[in-house]
């Protein structure tokens, strides 16, 4: 922790070194301290926004998880699912995420709705991938095992392969909360009247330049905090999974 | 005994089984095997490395098909040659998980499990995960979760492989405890002639792959049993024979 805010610092005095050395015009790249600047003037602005993009990233998150932890249970059991539905979800994360974004507006307006369908559509993937890679490589033994003393095969799997899945489903939840965030800009900046990704657009015509740069730290800043977060649910949820190497 | 027949709880007539082993590969396993084992008795099965012995459990267990000849046998639970636990569940609910395979509540069957921590000396380790037991008491949770699977036959593979020479021999007598207050058929699979000796009512001798039975010893020592038994020695010594390492 110590060590990455000493990095921070090195690239931050880096930075500010720049802007002055060189005398970059602020409109092209304002210096750190006028991005301070900006996050302390705008404090009230970038507090509202930040709520709002906080709110619409969790909604989407937890929409993310409930459609990845039933797609990857669903793929994991059934042979037909993993022949149809698997390949349509590869599929859609191919689509130019900025141009689903405007459609979706178009059809659903400005609220909260289109804005949690963008977020879910960036962020499942990666949850549905390491559930199912988790699944995979559950040790055969243990099912077989479960069966032989009885079980059926969905007893089986809440004993066994659910519990395994776990850690692989947060695995996927780390990659997916960074994603969502880029995720709540896109869809922001598609139609909305509040949140970091709309402040950031609107900055830019504006030319508002520390704006957008503070608007972007906050964003970074809500990334971080929910990445700990989700570390900080998997320690509680999976203490049998000493899983250091993928947090903080 | 040959006036008592005894009706006899798994049997194996002429059980062949060949297993793929890679896509091309498939090898013989299972010779022609032919066995039972009476109701209640310990049958000790011992031969040499990689011989087809788990696989042979895993035939009487029901867990594999053999390719030809028949199995006749009670409801086997088998405890494998890894333990098998479950690494985030407790020592509790881990020997709970047969109880919860067949259906009951979390709460009954950790209430059953929980009568079996004193009696196999591991009481005060219900709330330990596996990753914090030694081996020695992950294998008696093991056990614990054979047992309280409730079936009339046990199937136990090198049950105490992983332990020290000191642990065995504790270990020894927890199974024969467990064993004759049981009445269960048991099956026990070692490597450990000696230990076949001091716990079995009957030893089966196998050839190296594909296993047949080379010998079926009647084992007539009365029990308790102790290692420095002239007859538990001299049977030893004749089983390590039969194996090709008498001297
Ligand atoms: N899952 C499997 N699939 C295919 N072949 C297997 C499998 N398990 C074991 N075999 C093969 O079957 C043969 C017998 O294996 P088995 O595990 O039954 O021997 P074993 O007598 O129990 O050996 P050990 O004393 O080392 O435990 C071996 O040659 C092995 O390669
Ligand atoms: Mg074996």
Not at chain 2, 7 to 29: G, P, W
Request: proline share 6%; aromatic share 4%.
């Amino acid at each position: 922790m110590i060590r990455a805010v000493l990095v921070a610092a090195v690239l931050l005095g880096a930075w500010e070194l720049y802007c002055r050395l060189s005398g970059i015009d602020p409109l092209v790249l304002p210096a750190p301290h006028q991005v301070v600047a900006a996050l302390w003037n705008d404090r009230s602005l970038l507090a509202s926004d930040l709520l709002s993009t906080a709110g619409e990233v969790a909604a989407g998150l937890v929409a993310a998880l409930l459609f990845a932890l039933l797609a990857a249970i669903s793929i994991h059991l059934s042979r037909t699912m993993r022949r149809s539905l698997y390949p349509v979800l590869v599929a859609s994360q191919t689509l130019p995420i900025p141009v689903v974004a405007s459609l979706l507006v178009v059809w659903l307006g400005y609220d909260l709705g289109p804005k949690v369908a963008i977020i879910a559509l960036v962020a499942f993937f990666p949850v549905v991938v390491a559930t199912l890679g988790a699944l995979a490589k559950t040790d055969p033994e243990l099912p077989r095992l479960v069966r032989a003393l009885g079980a059926g095969r969905a007893r089986t799997f809440w004993l066994v392969e659910a519990p395994a899945a776990i850690p692989g489903a947060f695995d996927g939840l780390r990659i997916a909360v960074v994603l969502s965030v880029i995720g709540a800009v896109f869809a922001e900046q598609a139609g909305s009247e509040s949140g970091l990704g709309h402040t950031i657009q609107q900055a830019l015509p504006q030319l508002l330049m520390s704006r957008a740069y503070a608007a972007v730290i906050v964003l970074s800043a809500l990334a971080l905090a929910l990445f700990g977060l989700i570390g900080l649910i998997e320690r509680l949820l999976v203490p049998w999974a000493r899983v250091q190497g993928s947090q903080l | 005994m040959p006036n008592t027949p005894v009706a006899s709880a798994v049997t194996l007539s002429d059980v062949v089984l060949t297993r793929r082993v890679n896509r091309s590969q498939q090898i013989e396993v299972l010779d022609s095997v032919t066995l039972s084992a009476a109701e209640g008795s310990t049958v000790a099965i011992v031969g040499p490395s990689g011989c087809g012995k788990s696989t042979l459990l895993e035939v009487a267990c029901g867990m594999l098909k053999p390719t030809s000849g028949t199995v006749t046998a009670q409801p086997a639970a088998m405890m494998a040659q890894r333990d098998l636990l479950l690494p985030w569940a407790t020592a509790l609910d881990n020997a709970a998980l047969a109880l919860r395979a067949a259906g009951l509540s979390r709460d009954d069957a950790r209430d059953q499990a929980a009568d079996w921590f004193p009696k196999l000396g591991i009481a005060g380790f219900e709330n330990v995960r596996p990753a914090q037991l030694s081996g020695g008491m992950r294998q008696r949770v093991a056990f614990a979760r054979t047992l309280l699977a409730g079936r009339p036959v046990i199937a136990l593979d090198e049950p105490f492989a992983a332990l020290d020479a000191l642990s065995r021999i504790e270990a020894r007598a927890w199974l024969s405890d467990a064993l004759a207050a049981g009445g269960r058929t048991a099956l026990l699979v070692t490597h450990d002639v000696e230990e076949a000796v001091l716990l079995a009512d009957r030893i089966i001798v196998l050839s190296p792959r594909p296993a047949k039975v080379v010998e079926s010893l009647s084992v007539e020592i009365a029990k308790p049993r102790r290692r420095s038994d002239p007859q538990v020695v001299a049977m030893r010594q004749s089983i390590l024979e039969l194996l090709g390492a008498g001297q």
